[in-house]
């Protein structure tokens, strides 16, 4: 049997429970059917119906909100190692089950197997990072003055609502779980309509390590319906969303009056600015991953390539060749580079780009072209002769799908990098170590790599400027988000207070 075969039958026992009973909204610790029915999520890979979907609504985000309200009090008051032993419970609970996560997310999204079965892997170290870091999560200041003892902590924010995407939802969503829940606040989340298996099997995976029903809470449903609502719910205190930068601003306004404070996690045009003195090997190869990994559906990737033109013709050449290679394929196979899109809309949108950069006069130096007719298959797709101002260049595709740009001089390729609405990411490819300080400093942009493709790292942060986002997540900087700062001052002797009506 091929690894194919082999991950196919493995995947349809999994999908046997899916296909028999759905995924119910988890509320409570308990499965509740939507209010409105169902609706039905369809693999990428043939367009087959996967099963139904519990249809929410205000009513069940209600239902939801209360219930972690209800628990919030018994999990913040929970003592912190055993919050810290439940989190690596829901760890080793990922991890066990980590080849059903990743298999069902590949036929749930499009994405490989090749790059999705490190993703429950990195689910799984996002719950042991913060398990970690529960214990000094509440530790605050002494900030004495003359009269009195001025202490700090941190206290939970309260329920919180978190709303995900489709892109890689089982890691973007333990990113934002696992956090809250080591904050101490409880959690109701409502993941992408098109993508809602693997938020099923966390949950689960948290009630059976042995999270207290109402903690975590899951509700499926249209981001028209059941996200607004959950951002419009007097009891919940806070919005972590990761999506779209339009859907960003709605998120401010349907909870501004309940003053939510919000997470948000947008969109990017991200440039990869390679210079004519870079180890040209490696930045190539990093070029190519950081576009076309992840079916290019990644904030993070490096879309708009500024490439200096002492260099262009050759690692234009060789970048050609190479993205001529990449394998697109059944996700399932392990040596599959790229699966299909997500949707019959998102494919829509990424092959319309294609006519649109002919209409601007770019090339379409490499893919440009669908594959099948089966499932939503591009080919990995290279775009040259562009200018800035392009469509192409400007808007973000979220597709397998690069920009070339040429440039002459530093100042040029700063001022292209920074000539964008969004500022998530940039990747510089220079040996030059002054002009890599020059550059990262004046670079707008919410992280930045340095003759390295996109490594996370637990303790740093990550976050967006300008129009892909508000916030930072990672180490400390998440459990500022889920938590508020308490100061407290204690009178050390009897200092004077000021006497009204006293004479
Ligand atoms: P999207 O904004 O369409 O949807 C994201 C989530 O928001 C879904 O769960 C959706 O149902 C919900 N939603 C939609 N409208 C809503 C509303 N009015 N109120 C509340 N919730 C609503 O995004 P998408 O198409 O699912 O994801 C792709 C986008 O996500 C891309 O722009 C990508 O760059 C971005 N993204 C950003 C990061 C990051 O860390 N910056 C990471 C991954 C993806």
């Not at 043939?46 to 909100?65: E, L, P």
Request: hydrophobic share 40%.
């Amino acid at each position: 049997m091929s690894a194919l075969d082999d991950n196919i039958t493995k995947l349809n026992g999994y999908l046997e429970r899916f296909r028999a009973h759905g995924t119910p909204n988890r509320i409570a610790g308990q499965d509740v059917a939507g209010a409105r029915g169902v609706f039905q999520t369809h693999t990428p890979v043939d367009k087959s119906v996967i099963c139904d979907v519990a249809h929410g609504t205000a009513a069940d985000i209600d239902r939801a909100a209360r219930a972690a309200a209800a628990a919030f009090a018994d999990w913040r008051d929970m003592p912190a190692k055993q919050r810290r032993d439940l989190l690596i419970r829901i760890a080793d609970g990922i991890e066990a089950r980590a080849e059903e996560i990743a298999l069902c997310e590949c036929w749930d999204t499009g994405q490989t197997i090749k790059f999705m079965s490190k993703a429950a892997l990195r689910g799984a170290e996002n719950f042991r990072y913060f398990a970690d870091q529960v214990g000094g999560a509440r530790d605050g200041q002494h900030l004495p003055s003359p009269t009195l003892m001025n202490v700090t902590t941190r206290v939970p924010i309260g329920p919180v609502g978190v709303i995900t995407p489709w892109n890689t939802p089982f890691m973007l969503s333990t990113w934002k779980i696992a956090p809250a829940l080591a904050a101490g606040c409880t959690v109701v989340h409502k993941p992408a309509e098109a993508s809602p298996l693997t938020a099923r099997l966390l949950v689960e995976i948290a009630e059976e390590a042995g999270l207290p029903p109402g903690v975590l809470n899951t509700v499926n449903g249209y981001g028209e319906e059941a996200g607004k609502a959950l951002c419009e719910h007097p009891l919940i205190r806070a919005i972590a969303f990761v999506g779209e930068s339009r859907t960003g601003s709605q998120i401010i306004r349907q909870g501004a009056d309940t003053l939510k404070r919000n997470h948000l996690e947008l969109g990017g045009k991200n440039p990869v600015i390679v210079f004519d003195d870079a180890d040209l090997d490696r930045a190539l190869d990093a070029v190519i991953f950081m576009i076309y990994s992840i079916n290019g559906e990644r904030c993070t990737s490096s879309s708009r390539l500024l490439v200096q033109d002492t260099i262009r013709a050759d690692f234009e050449a060789r970048l050609i060749e190479r993205v001529s290679k990449i394998k697109v394929g059944h996700p399932l196979d392990p040596e599959t580079e790229i699966g299909p899109l997500i949707s019959a809309e998102h494919f829509d949108k990424v092959t319309g780009y294609f006519d649109i950069a002919r209409a601007d006069g770019a090339t379409v130096a490499a893919g440009g072209t669908t594959v099948g007719d089966e499932g939503y298959f591009v080919r990995p797709t290279l775009f040259t002769n562009a200018t800035n101002d392009m469509r192409i260049a400007q808007e973000e595709i979220f597709g397998p799908v690069l920009t070339s740009i040429p440039f002459a001089t530093e100042e040029e390729a700063l001022s292209l990098a920074n000539d964008t609405a969004y500022g998530l990411t940039g990747y510089v490819w220079t040996n030059d170590l002054t002009r890599a300080l020059r550059f990262t400093n004046r670079l707008e942009a919410g992280m930045i790599w340095v003759n390295s493709e996109n490594v996370r790292h637990l303790p740093t942060p990550f976050g967006g400027v300008k129009a892909s986002g508000i916030g930072r997540d990672g180490g400390d900087w998440s459990f500022e988000f889920y938590m508020e700062q308490k100061h407290v001052g204690f009178a050390t002797g009897q200092h004077k207070i000021t006497r009204l009506g006293a004479s």
